[in-house]
């Protein structure tokens, strides 16, 4: 059974910091592009950002370029999204979310994507 956890949510100041996890079982982790996507209230769920799973390379949403860093550990079967300076637009519920297509092509759209978790909640406050 396939299982992606997110943890490390909440509640942070404009221009404060957060760092989510994503903990992943159930499938060969280091052969999957992982992703983040975020859903705020009344809006479609948007990209973030994704790290392939070879390399590793990396893919930012303009929105977030420069305030993000995703990274992973394959022996940890997880994958991090530093978040800095956010700011009230950041809030959302945060995704992460797995792609088996072992390709060179990194997806930016939700529906693509294999496997989610269940969500944490990023709320910053202005």
């Known amino acids: 059974q396939v299982e992606l956890v997110e943890s490390g949510g909440g509640l942070v100041q404009s221009g404060g910091s957060l760092r989510l996890s994503c903990a992943v079982s159930?499938?060969?982790?280091?052969?999957?592009?992982m992703a983040w996507f975020r859903q705020a209230p009344g809006k479609e769920r948007e990209f973030v950002t994704a790290?392939?799973?070879?390399?590793?390379?990396?893919y930012y949403a303009d929105s977030v370029k420069g305030r993000f860093t995703i990274s992973r550990n394959n022996p940890k079967n997880t994958v991090y999204l530093q978040m800095n300076s956010l700011k009230p637009e950041d809030t959302a519920v945060y995704y992460c979310?797995?792609?088996?297509?072992?390709?060179?092509?990194?997806?930016?759209?939700?529906?693509?994507?294999?496997?989610w978790g269940q969500g944490t909640q990023v709320t910053v406050s202005s």
């Open positions: 979310a797995a792609d088996r297509a072992r390709d060179t092509v990194i997806r930016s759209t939700w529906s693509l994507y294999d496997y």
């Open positions: 159930g499938l060969l982790f280091s052969t999957y592009t």
């Open positions: 790290i392939s799973w070879n390399g590793p390379r990396t």
